[in-house]
């Protein structure tokens, strides 16, 4: 059985007060009753539209999550009283002209229970079944050939595109979309949102209802789509997640600019609207990740030194680079900006290139890489740039294989990259390419646009009998035909529980592997017997499903190019210092909150805690977003 709360207030803003005698005078905003003169224990009615469609599911979202909910269900009422509608949320199928009526008597309650719920309070939907509703017009009845579901603000008894984009607008609260106030039911062109536009004769809102049906059908997922389409198919199968059913909102709200230019150019400079053919339209093909993954939004840098050189204390560290994410609609990083500089790095690269540039599939999402260059805080200090330019853009490509770095600053100047350029969208500075195999990247190609010079980036798979930890491949970077740097696993791996004095602490080692990492000659004394230290949890999901997840606490590395900075005092190496949730969830257990660049400071005890230092080069916070909160951001 679900319990939910009763609403009282409706989520688009329409005039509805008072009861009395019923009405047979339409609203001209659209709505089935006069707000004024509306009392009807009656059945609830309207009509379901794209052009009129029988044999739709119709349905009252009760609970609000966009799916029809089958009985008993529980409604908390105002006064805290439990309703229970037996046969669950009202429902029915559409008939002739697209009008169906909704048996509400269950809405009556006992006088001691408390007042009749009233249907105005929620939304209706209907899903369109494939080869079952029928698109009715004076050329025949035509089947549907693609699911979609509408919606309408409550109150709102006509169902069409156009009443899904209203309410959708109105949910999202954007204060106003295309210049129209959230509490308009008019929009696009002056056209009502809310009217039956089949019985107006309104041939532009026809056109746009029908793109946007087909738009809406396109982003369905196929195993919905799959579900609706079979023969014993009702219509009350649930196919969707709030999550899902919110992106797809926000993703109706956010495309629906370019689905009605397509159909602007269709009708032409004289307004052809009538001649408009839905079918034949080149609609936005829009991927979505209905997920809702939690995915990285943003880093800030803090790299700065108060005074002297690095490292520092890590609270005199001040900020010195902001790195801001930016997604695709289905999840997938198109750039990296910042203001301030950032450290493109090779291995991190492959890493997203093996997952098409989908950072959500991966456990740690960005490992860090940054700029200790003091130009970076300059260019990015407020004083300085008040108005918050990217200085730096990373921009990926996917279909083309192909990554560009683009600077405005010399912060890279040390490894040869040097801009033509203050502003960015000329030249770029580096270009990456790749290629790939059966078993994943087979190389990533940097090429230094400016001096010609190519590194390549190859995989190092363990070799038996060492061991490398998932999502942390060995590599070796190459110039020409000298191999520069490379990171190679060489030993079993090592697993142990933690030793007394770290019980319940939440950064212990665990789990380690030993790798060998070259990059100076000669070495520094002392950067052997490494390892990639590890923090092995077993996580409890809601469901009752145990994970076992591997924080990666640790590792160290070699660059000259950073240690040969004039700021940067660096004898024996690097390492980076990884920091977690304290009270990890399965979906968050892998997301770095915080990094520290430190000093190599040796190899740990497995067992043993590994604590915040207080001393580093960088220290570097993360943000994560939903997807669905990232995409509405960028609506606003």
């Excluded at 949910?171 to 039956?196: E, T």
């Excluded at 150019?265 to 307004?271: L, P, Q, R």
């Excluded at 004039?566 to 915080?594: K, M």
């Excluded at 497995?606 to 001393?615: H, I, K, L, N, R």
Aim: glycine residues 10%; hydrophobic residues 35%.
């Amino acid at each position: 059985m679900k319990r939910l709360t009763a609403l009282s207030v409706p989520l688009l803003t329409l005039a509805i007060a008072g009861c009395g005698e019923e009405s047979d005078q339409l609203p001209v905003d659209g709505r089935e009753f006069d707000g004024v003169n509306y009392s009807e224990p009656a059945p609830y009615q309207g009509r379901v539209i794209d052009g009129y469609l029988k044999n739709a599911r119709v349905w009252l979202d009760v609970d609000g999550d966009g799916q029809y909910t089958p009985g008993p269900l529980e409604v908390t009422l105002d006064n805290g009283n439990t309703a229970v509608l037996e046969s669950g949320e009202p429902t029915t199928m559409s008939g002739e002209g697209g009008a169906f009526s909704l048996d509400i008597s269950e809405f009556q309650l006992p006088a001691e229970v408390g007042r009749a719920l009233d249907p105005r309070q929620y939304p209706l939907h209907a899903v369109a079944l494939p080869g079952q509703t029928l698109e009715q017009s004076d050329s025949g009845d035509r089947p549907v050939e693609k699911a979609f579901v509408l919606s309408a603000s409550p109150g709102v008894t006509n169902v069409t595109p156009l009443t899904t984009l209203a309410r959708h607008r109105a949910r999202l609260s954007l204060g106003s979309y295309l210049g129209i106030p959230d509490n308009s039911a008019v929009g696009l062109a002056g056209i009502n949102l809310l009217a039956d536009y089949i019985r107006g004769q309104d041939d532009q809102a026809h056109a746009y209802a029908r793109a946007l049906a087909r738009f809406m059908a396109s982003q369905l997922p196929e195993a919905y789509q799959e579900a609706l389409s079979q023969a014993g198919s009702d219509g009350t199968e649930r196919g969707l997640s709030l999550q899902a059913v919110n992106l797809l909102a926000i993703s109706l709200v956010q495309n629906a600019p370019a689905v009605i230019a397509v159909v602007d150019e269709a009708a032409g400079a004289g307004g052809n609207y009538a001649g408009v053919v839905a079918e034949a339209l080149e609609l936005p093909e829009v991927a979505l990740e209905l997920s809702d993954p939690l995915l990285l939004s943003a880093q800030s840098v803090y790299a700065h030194p108060e005074s002297g050189t690095l490292p520092s204390g890590t609270s005199g560290l001040e900020l010195s680079a902001e790195l801001e994410f930016e997604y695709s609609q289905g999840g997938q990083l198109l750039a990296v900006h910042a203001n301030g500089c950032m450290m493109p790095s090779l291995p991190e690269l492959a890493r997203l290139i093996e997952v098409n540039g989908f950072p959500g599939q991966l456990a740690s999402q960005w490992r860090p890489a940054v700029s200790l260059s003091p130009q970076s805080r300059q260019v990015s200090d407020p004083d300085n740039d008040p108005d918050g330019v990217v200085d730096e853009r990373l921009s990926f490509d996917w279909a083309e294989q192909r990554i560009t770095f683009e600077t405005s600053t010399t912060c890279h100047s040390h490894e040869g990259i040097s801009p033509d350029s203050t502003e960015l969208g000329g030249t770029p500075d580096v270009v990456y390419s790749w290629s790939e195999g059966e078993s994943g990247v087979e190389e990533v190609v940097a090429e230094i646009t400016g001096t010609g010079q190519k590194i390549r980036y190859v995989p190092e798979p363990a070799e038996a009998p060492a061991a490398a930890p998932a999502g942390f491949p060995g590599y070796r970077l190459e110039e020409g035909d000298v191999e520069t740097a490379s990171l190679r696993f060489s030993g079993a791996g090592e697993q142990c529980e933690a030793i007394e004095d770290a019980v319940g602490k939440d950064h212990v080692v665990t789990r380690k592997y030993g790798y060998d990492f070259t990059g100076y000659d000669p070495q520094p004394d002392g950067f052997t017997g490494l390892f990639a230290d590890y923090d092995t949890l077993e996580l409890v999901s809601a469901g009752g499903e145990t994970l076992t997840v591997n924080r990666l606490l640790r590792y160290a590395f070699l660059d000259p190019a950073l240690a040969g900075l004039d700021n940067v005092s660096a004898e024996g190496g690097f390492q980076w210092v990884l920091r977690y949730a304290g009270v990890p969830e399965q979906e968050n257990a892998e997301h770095i909150e915080l990094a520290y660049l430190t000093e190599y400071t040796g190899n740990r005890a497995c067992g043993t805690e590994v604590a915040a230092p207080s001393s580093a080069y960088a220290r570097v916070e993360y943000d994560y977003q939903r997807l669905s909160e990232y995409l509405l951001g960028q609506l606003e």
